[in-house]
């Protein structure tokens, strides 16, 4: 059974930083990409980031480029992302995704952790 558990979130003042994190189980994960989305209240779900886990290749969306890292352990089977200069408008549910390299759908998702900015 695939779990994908998210943690790291929590309130932050803007300018300020977290890490969050994404462990993975129950099935190998070399054929995937490994996303984090977000959702606000009344907004939809948004792309945040992606990483594969084999190579180097990284996708971000423009409103957190040069303030997000997506990054992975693969001994952890762990996908991080490291979000710096926070600001009220990153607050959002923060989910991780896991879907096949070559399709354009994410299968698997985790249950969410809440990252709240405060201005």
């Known amino acids: 059974q695939v779990q994908l558990v998210e943690s790291g979130g929590g309130l932050v003042q803007a300018g300020g930083s977290l890490r969050l994190s994404c462990a993975a189980s129950?099935?190998?994960?070399?054929?995937?990409?490994m996303g984090w989305f977000r959702q606000a209240p009344g907004k939809d779900r948004e792309f945040v980031a992606s990483i594969r886990w084999i190579g180097v290749s990284t996708d971000y969306a423009d409103s957190v480029k040069g303030r997000f890292t997506i990054s992975r352990s693969n001994t952890k089977n762990t996908v991080y992302l490291q979000m710096n200069s926070l600001k009220p408008e990153d607050t959002a549910l923060y989910y991780c995704a896991a879907g096949l390299v070559f399709d354009s759908q994410y299968e698997f998702w985790g249950q969410g952790t809440q990252v709240t900015v405060s201005s």
């Open positions: 129950g099935r190998t994960f070399s054929d995937y990409r």
